[in-house]
DNA sequence: ATGGTAGGTTGCCTA
């Protein structure tokens, strides 16, 4: 089962680019952040007519995110809980084939003075807090989407030029890492440990793409049960190189088949 | 110290 997130920045701008992936990648799941539109305004019917079908959380202008996947999404939840009063689209999560899935629009949080970077804060310790909530379930889960952190020094091509910044200030970092200690793990880095230089996101400005200057803020964040089915997982650099390119390109994951009752764990003695 | 680009909306905001 092939599941992916990608922050597309207007859906209307890039609906060839995604009809095109969804072609060549066909994924079973596809998370899409940063739509840019009311739910009633989403193209429906052109992801139709490539054979998928879509959950959407939109919102106009800002924001919005959307299930795309070959299957029916059940257990449909939309929004983040813990907040009745946050009326931005950033949230929506469903399941697949017995794979819970969400795409997640974290917050950026500049400038780091004003408002918007206690809101960042506030939304993720609310994502904490549904993310602990999800580990009692038993559905393996992915959380994929737009975190706007950079985790590491490695996730960047000058730490230096981002220490300022809310997606590698120390209370983001901190905050994305006491999701990651509840028990989820960084499907990217569990398979490449510390390779760097592998970025998911370019800025448009300052030719960031043509000097291969870009950082690492598009995660798949797997429960247990997702991590022990995982068998793949890469960025996706081409739809980045492409004209009328997002400013952000896919990450990956595959899981293979869920392992029969029974066959958890090793026999005593299995292993000598 | 600033500006550079892209998208959407509308005379400016967000990233």
């Known amino acids: ?46 992801i139709e007519a490539a054979g998928y079908r879509a959950a959407v959380v939109g919102q106009k202008t800002y924001n919005g995110v959307a299930l795309i996947s070959k299957a029916a999404p059940e257990a449909l939840r939309e929004g983040l809980p813990g907040d009745g009063e946050d009326g931005q689209a950033r949230y929506v999560e469903a399941v697949f084939d017995g794979v819970r899935v969400a795409s997640i629009y974290l917050p950026n949080g500049n400038p780091v003075g004003s408002d918007k970077f206690p809101y960042k804060l506030a939304w993720m310790a609310r994502l904490k807090r549904h993310a602990a909530r999800l580990l009692a379930d038993e559905a393996p889960t992915v959380l994929g989407g737009d975190f706007n952190v950079i985790p590491e020094p490695e996730d960047c091509y000058d730490p230096d030029d981002w220490a ?23 499907a990217f880095r569990s398979l490449h440990a510390r390779r760097g230089g592998a970025f998911t996101f370019w800025d448009y400005q300052r030719g960031r793409w043509q000097r291969g200057e870009g950082i690492r803020i598009d995660h798949l964040l797997l429960s247990p049960a997702a991590l022990d ?35 958890l764990f090793h026999a005593p003695g299995e292993d000598g």
């Open 1 to 46: 089962m092939k599941i992916a997130s990608w922050n597309v920045n207007s859906i209307k701008a890039r609906l060839p680019a995604v009809i095109d992936w969804l072609e060549t990648a066909a994924p079973d799941v596809l998370a899409l952040q940063e739509i840019k539109c009311a739910a009633d305004a989403f193209p429906f019917l052109e």
């Open 164 to 186: 300022d910044d809310a997606l590698y200030r120390p209370e983001s970092r901190r905050a994305f890492r006491e999701i990651l200690h509840l028990g989820w793990a960084d």
């Open 229 to 263: 089915r995982l068998e793949a997982c890469d960025i996706d650099t081409v739809p980045r190189s492409r004209p009328k390119a997002s400013d952000h390109t896919p990450v990956w994951c595959s899981l293979g088949p869920a392992a029969e009752a029974g066959s």
